[in-house]
């Protein structure tokens, strides 16, 4: 009975230690962070030096893309067929990502931030957009983060 007794506040212990253990835990890894901040920060140099076909595949197959006053843009061709005109006529002088909040939960992850990007007509004096943007990125089969749905809002 005794034995019994220390089996059973001994299991007790134990499991409230791994609870401890569990607790502390965060709800992601630094690494699963770290790969999507990677992710953000690949998908705004892709913005400045890619291509439309490039950009588009920093999407999911059916990722979208939200901005003000325009119909939302469903999947990586449409995201391709609307950035392409722009691309022919418009330089990226930069683009400056920076999180605010970044949550990770298994194979998707929650990201809200703010942009400063300085483009405008190639050859014409670039003027600075600022604005916030949520994304909603996957973690896809082979490993890469990709945008599932990014919303952007700018301030000016």
Known sequence: ???????????????LMVGAAMAAQPLF????????EKAMHDYAATLRAGTPEAVSLSYTADGELLLPGLPALHGRDAIKDFLSPMAAT???ESVEIQTQTLEVNGKTANQWGSYRQVAGAKGQPKQTYEGRYAALWHLEGDGRWRLFRLMMQPMR
């Open 1 to 15: 009975m005794l034995i019994s007794r220390l089996s059973a506040s001994l299991g007790v212990i134990v499991m």
């Open 90 to 92: 418009t330089e990226v």
């Open 29 to 36: 890894s630094v690494s699963d962070g770290e790969a999507v």
